[in-house]
């Protein structure tokens, strides 16, 4: 294993030197204009950056990366002592007893506690356990058996009850089925500290779920994931995007993922995610733009908490107060 790690550390010093001497011949053979020099150095490595770079860093945004920023973020939640901000597993209940306060709508909750037994007799409601990320363990309960909407898969009650002896899920939410008969659709709000940096519609049907991504502005993008399930979306409104900022403004977080479910004109907050899968799948551009957007928002959270922001109704929510 250390012949292996050897290896790879000798390919990436080589891979360093050899992209930093390429631009610097470029830009001494035919000077580079500035929005060479700025996609050249958008993409270096910051692990490549040597002390005459530096001065590039703030300029060029060296570094910026979603997915570095999230790997760094999920480490540093492990140091936070006292608090537990933004966790992985997310106390669902907790989740919605805290959009609620705020004045969002969420699914109706009829039980929240339900045992694996009892989740078994809520016919036509959505059971979820009350801990997890994204949708594991979100099942819909058709009686004569469970749709699992994190594999798109049927189970049947004995498939069901088996997956959730695997996974330890004991306890349960259940709560009203908002997503209409002709399948669900959700918008999944990438928040930055209360600032859009892209949005993702899902459509999930019989057939498979369908997917487009827009930008804050609600244009449609590319951006490097779903292109074989990707469908020409109708965009957000102007309420669901002003639901999601609202939502991630209220959080001491730089990044949170803020779920909707929307149906027939209008939308529930389902849940709020704070390390969504696939956050290293985006292309370069976008990882880019998304890197940006989480060290500008760190930068406003800091100065938030330094200039005596509270976020008190959060805090009590999550009873650290």
Same mark, same amino acid.
């Given at each position: 294993m250390?012949?292996?790690?050897?290896?790879y550390s000798s390919k990436m010093a080589e891979a360093k030197w050899t992209f930093l001497r390429s631009l610097k011949e470029s830009d001494e053979n035919n000077p580079l204009t500035e929005d060479e020099n700025k996609y050249a150095l958008s993409h270096l490595n910051p692990s490549h950056v040597t002390t005459n770079r530096s001065?590039?860093?703030?300029? =060029?945004?060296?570094?910026?990366?979603?997915?570095?920023?999230?790997? *760094? =973020?999920?480490l540093e939640k492990k140091y936070y002592k006292n608090f537990s901000i933004a966790p992985s597993a997310n106390d669902k209940l907790v989740d919605a007893r805290f959009v609620s306060s705020l004045g969002y709508p969420?699914? *109706?909750?009829?039980?929240?506690s339900a045992s694996l037994a009892e989740a078994?007799?809520?016919?036509?409601?959505?059971? !979820?356990?009350?801990t997890g990320a994204a949708s594991k363990g979100v099942f819909l309960n058709n009686g004569n058996s469970f749709f699992h909407f994190f594999d798109r898969k049927e189970y049947s009650k004995d498939e069901f009850l088996r997956y959730c002896s695997l996974q330890n899920l004991k306890k349960f939410i259940v709560e009203e089925y908002v997503g209409g *008969?002709?399948?669900?659709?959700? +918008?999944?709000? =990438?928040?930055? =500290?209360?600032?859009?940096?892209?949005? +993702?519609?899902? !459509?999930?049907?019989?057939?498979?779920?369908?997917?487009?991504?827009?930008n804050s502005g609600s244009d449609i993008i590319n951006t490097g994931r779903y292109k074989e399930t990707a469908f020409k979306g109708a965009g957000f409104s102007d309420a669901q995007r002003n639901c999601a900022v609202a939502i991630s403004k209220a959080i001491p977080s730089p990044f949170v993922r803020v779920d909707l479910?929307?149906?027939?004109? *209008?939308?529930?907050?389902?849940?709020?995610?704070?390390h969504p899968g696939g956050f290293e799948e985006f292309n370069k551009e976008v990882d880019f733009l998304l890197g940006e957007r989480f060290i500008e928002a760190r930068a406003r959270l800091m100065e938030d908490l330094l200039n005596g922001k509270k976020f008190d109704e959060y805090l009590k929510r999550y009873n650290y107060s």
């Open positions: 250390k012949d292996v790690v050897t290896e001065v590039d860093i703030r300029k =060029y945004a060296i570094g910026a990366s979603f997915k570095v920023s999230m790997v *760094n =973020y999920i969420v699914p *109706n909750v009829v039980s929240r078994c007799e809520y016919k036509g409601y959505i059971v !979820k356990s009350i *008969n002709k399948g669900v659709t959700d +918008l999944k709000f =990438y928040m930055f =500290y209360g600032e859009v940096g892209v949005a +993702l519609e899902v !459509k999930r049907g019989e057939a498979g779920n369908q997917h487009c991504f827009y479910i929307v149906n027939d004109g *209008n939308f529930w907050v389902g849940e709020i995610t704070a």
